[in-house]
């Protein structure tokens, strides 16, 4: 049969010669392909949690957003994760060396974070200090958009905060005299821990490896704000 008696059973019109052939994305309904368009053809979708707009929202900065995600997605290389993946292993939390160390245990349970959230909710004049993240959503239900940002902001803030940037730490110090000369750089692995305790740790480590090497008249510097506001210099 030939083409057109083909195209004419099929009810189809002849093909225009005249007309270039050209690629369609499928995934998309003005056949365009965009990044976006193919993230939402692949990717999982899973039902809506309960925080999902304390951090996906205009007010909470996108990075602090993702660090929050992430924690509460359980993405972090604490013991109890890595235990779940088969690995046997003992765990002991590094810094108050008495639990298990889980992302509950140094998001909510441990006694300086307990402190934080409790000071957290005297803030806002909350009767319960918060000991989830449930009950944080629990306390925003039903209030107006700007309470809830007002609540919002500061929580997520203080979440990514308490955990940093938890993972593999190490810590590090380099000392100079007054001629910029470098005289000694330290430098230490502290397994998995928080980067607000890895600076601390580093100021306080530096100091007496000063100390040791009869150096008394010092100058440091931290690059973390919350470490020099904490150790109150
Ligand atoms: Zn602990």
Redesign the pocket.
């Known amino acids: 049969m030939e083409e057109k008696s083909r195209l004419n059973v099929l009810n189809i019109g002849a093909l225009d010669p005249s007309v270039v052939d050209k690629l369609v994305w499928t995934g998309y309904l003005k056949g365009e392909f965009s990044i976006k368009a193919a993230f939402e053809g692949i990717r999982l979708k899973r039902n809506k949690v309960r925080w999902r707009d304390m951090i996906w929202n205009n007010y909470v900065p996108i990075e602090t957003a993702a660090n929050a995600w992430k924690l509460l997605s359980g993405a972090a290389v604490v013991d109890s994760v890595v235990q779940k993946k088969g690995v046997n292993m003992e765990s002991r939390?590094?810094?108050?060396?008495?639990?298990e160390?889980s992302l509950h245990?140094?998001l909510w349970?441990?006694?300086f974070t307990k402190r934080v959230w409790k000071w957290l909710s005297m803030k806002f004049r909350l009767r319960n200090h918060y000991t989830s993240i449930s009950e944080i959503c629990k306390t925003a239900q039903g209030r107006s958009p700007m309470i809830k940002q007002l609540r919002g902001a500061p929580t997520v803030g203080t979440l990514t905060t308490l955990c940093g940037n938890l993972g593999n730490a190490g810590l590090g110090a380099t000392f100079r005299n007054s001629f910029r000369d470098i005289l000694l750089v330290i430098w230490r692995k502290i397994g998995v821990n928080m980067n607000y305790i890895a600076e601390c740790l580093a100021i306080l480590e530096s100091v007496e490896m000063a100390l040791i090497m009869n150096w008394t008249n010092l100058w440091i510097e931290s690059d973390s704000v919350a470490v020099v506001a904490s150790l109150n210099w």
């Open positions: 939390c590094y810094i108050c060396k008495k639990e160390e245990h140094l349970d441990y006694d």
